[in-house]
């Protein structure tokens, strides 16, 4: 499977952004489906995560109430709906696909190449 991130760029403050991670060579319907990001100098962290049928997910604290993932399988397609954005939510966002839900990035099995997000002030 082969994930390809897109929709990144360069937002102010308090705006937002739609992620999307298309797959191809397989299905995603398979796999629970994770964002992760990691920023200049830090380590990767996860963001949120969507089980295969989309019938629940996760959030990290930091973007509860702001972010929402959500799923069509039939698209093969994940998204990352982002609001209300700040400076600190800068970083390069990564989607994986992996057969657990979880928000340890250690099962995910396919990662995608990455988007840039960056938020000014």
């Known amino acids: 499977v082969q994930l390809q991130a897109s929709g990144g760029g360069l937002v102010q403050a308090g705006g937002s952004l739609r992620l999307s991670c298309a797959a191809s060579g397989g299905t995603l319907s398979r796999y629970a489906m994770g964002w992760f990001r990691q920023a200049p100098g830090k380590e990767r962290e996860f963001v949120a995560t969507i089980t295969w049928s989309g019938g629940a997910s996760d959030y990290a604290d930091s973007v509860k109430g702001r972010f929402t993932i959500a799923r069509d399988n039939a698209k093969n397609t994940v998204y990352l709906q982002m609001n209300s954005l700040k400076p600190e939510d800068t970083a390069i966002y990564f989607c994986?696909?992996?057969?657990?839900?979880?928000?340890?990035?250690?099962?995910?099995?396919?990662w995608g190449q990455g988007t840039l997000v960056t938020v000014s002030s």
């Open positions: 994986a696909a992996g057969p657990v839900f979880t928000s340890n990035p250690s099962p995910y099995l396919y």
